[in-house]
């Protein structure tokens, strides 16, 4: 075990954080406000090697380890203060590129990882519905074999990327009998027959990436776009992505949380009532130091799952789930608390830390609500 983080490895944290800092933070607000899509900016995003982060280099990657990952994702969002384009990232590089590179054919990877990582296509996950979100697997959308082609009927639900993505990882009941055990995923792009992008979600947070429905009615998906296995789309796609989401793509909240550190620390000390900065009370400080705790905790829990990728291991569920609780309660907490201690101007956009709150909010509830997790938790313990 070395917990040591190399100088180059450093350079890279802090390479995303200054790159964010000049080219995200500095439009978060607007963006926010107007709930607003920049393709220029993912573009510079991808030329910074960011969007193509852990690919190989032979598909246009930055040929990153999963810990690197972790770390450009974190310096990113630290810099950025924008869980939203985190998210977005996460959507496209992790739960659509990574089941590519991981489980696709030598075409399927060669036709849609380099314009990924180029920028010029966003890729989006469909797995929830309107009716099945924690219980995933019982979702409704199916596919059907017609000679060399699958047809697609039924529709998907809170699809981040939705509304700009090119082409779609798609989870579709190929054979109902088998439940879980019979469902498949397919590559399907937005310029298929019967594709279509639904209405779009309004939200409370997470503002800078765009959210809507995705239908497929009689949508035509030739059989090449496959994705793995048939009937291995929950048991295998699914277990696949975990521990990916639960480190490379959990890292951007640990960002956060490192982001509204800074904002309070600074505020701390220049915010001065009873004669003294802020700081110096006890109250204050004592919330400060939880801060600290909680994302070095986080930091720690996010930074094993993503070293057991890298070990070439599967990351235990439950390390995981342990991992997804912890980060994603530590960044609502924090953002919570950050605008205690920023007072007044806390409860205003200017700095930030509102924003982080209602971003951080989807944390608990999407990939797995920490109810969900906690069960799965408590049924590792309990040993059942
Ligand atoms: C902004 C946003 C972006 C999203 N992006 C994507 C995306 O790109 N792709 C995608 O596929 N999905 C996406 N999702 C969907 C997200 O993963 C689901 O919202 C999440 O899985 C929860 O499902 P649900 O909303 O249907 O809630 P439900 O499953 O209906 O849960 C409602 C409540 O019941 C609790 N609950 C449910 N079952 C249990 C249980 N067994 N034990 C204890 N408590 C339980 C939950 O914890 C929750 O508190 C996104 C959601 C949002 C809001």
Known sequence: MDFRISEQQQSLYNGAKAFAEREVF???????????????????????????????????????????????QEGFTHGGHDGGLSMAWGASTILCGVPIWKLGTEDQKQKYLPKMC?????????LSEAGSGSDAASM?????????????????????????????????????????????????????????????????????????????EDCEVPEENLLGDINSGFVV??????????????????????????????????????????AKFQAVRHMIADMKIRYEIGRNLIYRVAWQLDSGDDPPLIDAAIAKVQVSEAAQKTARDAIQILGGVGYTKEYHVERSLRDAILTTIGAGSSEIQRGIIARSVLDI
């Open 26 to 72: 500095t439009t978060v607000l607007e963006r926010d406000k107007h709930e607003r899509w920049d393709d220029a900016l993912w573009k510079k995003m991808a030329d910074a090697g960011l969007i193509g982060a852990p690919f190989p280099e032979e598909y246009g990657g930055t040929g990153l380890t999963a810990m690197e990952t972790c770390l450009v």
């Open 118 to 126: 180029s920028g010029e296509w966003v890729g989006a996950f469909c």
């Open 237 to 278: 796609t699914a277990k696949l992505i975990l521990g990916w989401e639960r480190s490379t793509m959990l890292a951007g909240a640990l960002g956060g949380q490192r982001a509204n550190l800074d904002v309070v620390c600074r505020y701390a000390n220049e915010r001065v009532q009873f004669n003294r900065p802020i």
């Open 140 to 216: 409704k959308t199916k596919a059907v074999k017609d000679g060399n082609r699958w047809i697609l009927n039924g529709s998907k639900m809170w699809i981040t990327n939705g509304p700009i993505a090119n082409h779609f990882i798609v989870t579709a009941v190929t054979d109902p009998e088998a439940k879980a055990f019979g469902i498949s995923t397919f590559i399907v792009d937005r310029d298929f027959p019967g594709f279509k992008v639904g209405q779009h979600i309004d939200k409370m947070g997470m503002n800078t990436s765009r959210t809507s429905e995705i239908l497929f």
